[in-house]
T-cell receptor
Framework: DVKVTQSSRYLVKRTGEKVFLECVQDMDHENMFWYRQDPGLGLRLIYFSYDVKMKEKGDIPEGYSVSREKKERFSLILESASTNQTSMYLC????????????FGPGTRLLVL | GDSVTQMEGPVTLSEEAFLTINCTYTATGYPSLFWYVQYPGEGLQLLLKATKADDKGSNKGFEATYRKETTSFHLEKGSVQVSDSAVYFCALSDPGGYQKVTFGTGTKLQVIP
């Protein structure tokens, strides 16, 4: 079975802190994605990566950055957390070609105070 | 750009009732269509998919047919169970590359005994 794990299920941070969210997948997928999920807005794509050291902006990249130093690991960074970044963050991965199904981690619920 | 519109919830049904969750899409190409399900406290998981017009996806008693003429992909189940209570997301995959997926806002289903 494909497994996507996220470093934390729940996080509480203070405004202005630097926050790292980590995602690891064990299926040798090329593509990895970070979404945020908010009530009434569904899932919105923050960033994605189709290869090591490659990244592409999604629909809402402002206030976020990402890092992909190894194929299996994709990190989301909040450089200076703000209260409007309180949300559920979901990581996903997929194969580069052919198989379009995305496999999701359990999510990290982030509260910024 | 691509978009997915699904019926707002929450939807409350009694056990063994018939379920329909409507989904329509807008896309420039010929996308693949998906239904994902999110159980409480978990990430999303693929429920079913269809990759071309008139295809029917099915899984766990759920079905959806890719209707190109009406740009729809409605989810149906003949007899829901309490264990089907979850949030259901309709989605489409951009065929242009990187398997970027556009999600609807989600429909919460609650099934009562």
């Amino acid at each position: 079975d494909v497994k996507v794990t996220q470093s934390s299920r729940y996080l509480v941070k203070r405004t202005g802190e630097k926050v790292f969210l980590e995602c690891v997948q064990d299926m040798d997928h090329e593509n990895m994605f970070w979404y945020r999920q908010d009530p009434g807005l569904g899932l919105r794509l923050i960033y994605f990566s189709y290869d090591v050291k490659m990244k592409e902006k999604g629909d809402i990249p402002e206030g976020y950055s990402v890092s992909r130093e190894k194929k299996e690991r994709f990190s989301l960074i909040l450089e200076s957390a703000s209260t409007n970044q309180t949300s559920m963050y979901l990581c996903a991965s997929s194969f580069y070609r052919g198989e379009e199904t995305q496999y999701f981690g359990p999510g990290t619920r982030l509260l910024v105070l | 750009g691509d978009s997915v519109t699904q019926m707002e919830g929450p939807v409350t049904l009694s056990e063994e009732a018939f379920l329909t969750i409507n989904c329509t899409y807008t896309a420039t190409g010929y996308p693949s269509l998906f239904w994902y399900v999110q159980y409480p406290g978990e990430g999303l998981q693929l429920l079913l998919k269809a990759t071309k017009a008139d295809d029917k996806g099915s899984n766990k008693g759920f079905e959806a047919t890719y209707r190109k003429e009406t740009t729809s992909f409605h989810l149906e189940k003949g007899s829901v169970q309490v264990s089907d209570s979850a949030v259901y997301f309709c989605a489409l995959s951009d065929p242009g590359g990187y398997q970027k997926v556009t999600f609807g806002t989600g429909t919460k289903l609650q099934v009562i005994p």
